[in-house]
């Protein structure tokens, strides 16, 4: 068991001698053992850097690229090993990457730097990714702590709920709520959420996957409410609440991390699918689907407007899925949360 | 059996006309706005077409009243399309066998590898192989299949031109164009998928192959073949049916929407996504109820063959 609870922590204190040589706590195991596991090391530090890189977006753009995301050059001219060269061609076509400070990766094609844009893509899908995530947990942790602890009708309105949500896939859902949303929201005068704004799609993932993070969740409160330390709880008179909150909850967080990365990286595509499909982020501002779905529609100018964002998309992902399975090896070793946690997205 | 089979099926009803009703009060209850504004072709509507979406939908009529007349609407393909489909539930009819060849095709393939792959790596577990095909596996389950479709077509389709650029040929007109038109769709619909079984299976498989029931199968003389088929398998590949079931029944309303769009193919998702775009209102409900009533009975099926294989699973309590 992960997790220290008071229970097990007043039970613990009794005999005071043994205290001064505490066996090393179950996060400090963990550590230990991410520590030693190469792969996952190396993914975190991928995340790392990236999450960095996405979030430096401004400054590069400021200091290096000397440019905007939105910023066009197109009628300008940059130098490419000391020859002026026009941004966009006469006949359209942008020009591929440079590899220097300004147009590093190129052009797109209204003349804005390529890199810069990726860059301000990844921040808003990760902005995005973990506001999601965020209402996910909040929603999601007090209902699979409540279902799970007081079973009966509690557990079965609170399940039931789940399975509606779970019967359907997550992009039909996803694009339906975005696209009602969008149409809401262009419509209600003083609250005007407007057309690009990236809370419609932080909602709408926010809540499509409550129930992947619920439904394991309240299949282990349901074994740990049988447990010996819980019932001790119960007979010192802890109430519901403060059970759930400390007795029941810390066990849980081993789980929720493991979670919360799997689902990071599969909001970060559920977004990039949305915003193609027009229910997400509204184009002119970047983030991985608006750029992708920009590379597919001008490919025939330039293939490296679709390779490009691509290839960041799944540097990202798989930074991210990387440290899941890291953590889940650290964290979970029994597989407590089941063989089958991945799933298609 | 019987019973499990009538319970199921009484949640799949239960769980469509949850979502027809979610759908509904998503679209027609848009807060400060007369519906008849949407309906009658939003800014390109005039008095005449409002007052017509005003009689058609019985707009002024209470808004459950609205419902029963759409639902009605819906079954009996009267919704139209303003802008391009016509008659809504004959062209999702037409579209659906491309969908289900797209679905099936790429299930079959993403299932067959995982399978093979996981099996590869129990017999070689620990070595390089196993290792080895770990690390594909993890790859192809993080890149997306958007990123693999919009690569294949822009490469193979639009640029070589290897492969067609867009469309779709019945089975039975031309077996060979089916293939071709559908084979990178498949490929990149499954390798994520793919990816995401081989660990699935590979894991379920390890926790079969160390059984007591296994070792006493091996010791009283079974041979490796034989035993990795009737008894390793038949029980390891409990838990990713479950996975593939609901991967299957979420197809219909997941990667179908943007794969179809990148390769052309006239399916239930192209339409869906046609649709979302033009901000029509009645075939979006319409289309939303008519995939919920598809995914809802696909899981119904798989859940149905999933009991039918593993008994323990008919017990009340476990439908969905």
């Known amino acids: ?345 | 059996m019987i019973s499990f089979v009538a319970r199921r099926l009484g949640w799949a009803v239960v769980t469509a006309w949850l979502a027809s009703v979610i759908a509904f009060v998503l679209f027609w209850t848009v807060p400060n706005v007369d519906p008849s504004y949407h309906l009658g072709g939003a800014e390109k509507g005039t008095n005449e077409t409002r007052a017509l979406a005003t009689e058609k939908y019985g707009l002024d009529e209470p808004l459950p009243a609205q419902y029963v007349r759409l639902m009605e609407g819906i079954f009996n393909g009267d919704v139209d399309c303003f802008y391009s489909c016509g008659s809504l539930r004959s062209a999702f009819i037409d579209a659906l066998p491309v969908t289900i060849s797209l679905v099936g095709g790429a299930g079959l393939i993403a299932i067959g590898l995982g399978i093979s792959l996981a099996l590869v790596c129990v017999r070689h577990r620990g070595q390089w192989l196993d290792r080895a095909i770990l690390t594909a596996a993890t790859v192809a389950y993080s890149i997306p299949s958007i990123v693999l479709a919009a690569v294949f077509w822009a490469f193979l389709s639009y640029k070589w031109m290897i492969f067609p650029e867009d469309g779709y040929v019945p089975l039975r007109e031309n077996p060979i164009q089916w293939f071709t038109h559908l084979l990178l769709p498949w490929i990149a619909a499954a390798l994520p998928f793919a990816g995401a079984y081989v660990q699935v299976v590979r894991a379920s498989l390890l926790d079969t192959v160390d059984a007591d029931w296994v070792r006493t199968a091996r010791a009283k003389g079974l041979d490796e073949k034989r035993l990795i088929r009737r008894h390793v398998l038949r029980n390891g590949l409990i838990p990713p049916v479950n996975v593939w079931g609901l991967d299957f029944s979420h197809a219909f309303g997941g990667f179908v929407l943007y794969v179809e769009v990148i390769f052309g193919l006239p399916g239930v998702g192209f339409l869906t996504a046609e649709t979302l775009g033009t901000f029509d209102l009645p075939p979006i409900v319409g289309l939303a109820i008519y995939l919920a009533i598809v995914v809802v009975l696909a899981s119904a099926i798989v859940d149905v063959i999933v009991a039918w294989l593993d008994p323990r699973l008919r017990r009340p309590g476990t439908a969905s």
């Open chain 1, 1 to 345: 068991m992960v997790g220290r609870s008071s229970a097990e922590a007043s039970v613990q204190r009794l005999p005071p001698a043994r205290a001064a040589k505490r066996a090393p706590g179950p996060w400090r195991l963990a550590l230990k053992g991410f520590r030693s596991d190469r792969t996952a090391v190396a993914f975190a530090v991928l995340f790392v850097l990236l999450c960095a890189a996405a979030l430096a977006a401004p400054l590069y753009a400021e200091h290096v690229a000397h440019t905007t995301p939105a910023a066009n050059h197109i009628t300008e001219r940059t130098t490419i090993d000391g020859k002026p060269t026009d941004i966009v061609s006469v006949d359209g076509i942008p020009i591929g990457p440079t590899w220097q400070s300004e147009f590093f990766l190129g052009a797109d094609e209204n003349g804005r730097d390529l890199m810069v844009r990726i860059l301000y893509g990844a921040r808003a899908s990760l902005q995005i990714g973990f506001a999601a995530l965020l209402i996910t947990l909040t929603i999601a942790i007090p209902l699979a702590l409540a279902a799970g602890y007081f079973r009966g009708r509690t557990d079965a309105v609170i399940s039931r709920l789940f399975d509606v949500i779970w019967s359907f896939p997550a992009l039909l859902l996803g694009a339906m709520l975005g696209t009602a949303i969008n149409l809401r929201g262009a419509d209600i005068g003083p609250i005007e959420i407007k057309g690009g704004t990236k809370l419609i799609p932080i909602l709408v993932i926010g809540l499509v996957y409550i129930p992947y993070i619920a439904r394991p969740l309240r299949g282990q409160v349901l074994a740990l409410r049988e447990q010996r330390f819980v019932e001790a709880a119960r007979a010192l008179g802890v109430r519901p609440i403060r059970m759930m909150a400390s007795e029941l909850l810390p066990h849980l967080w081993p789980s929720i991390l493991v979670l919360s990365m799997l689902l990071l990286a599969n909001a970060v595509v559920l977004e990039t699918a949305l915003s193609y499909l027009g229910a997400g982020v509204n184009p002119p501002e970047p983030s991985f689907g608006t750029l992708i779905a920009d590379g597919i529609e001008n490919v025939r100018i330039s293939t490296h407007l679709l390779l490009a964002p691509c290839v960041a998309l799944v540097l990202f992902v798989l930074s991210m899925s990387g440290l899941a399975e890291g953590l889940r090896r650290a964290l979970d070793p029994h597989r407590k949360l089941g063989v089958d946690l991945l799933r298609g997205r």
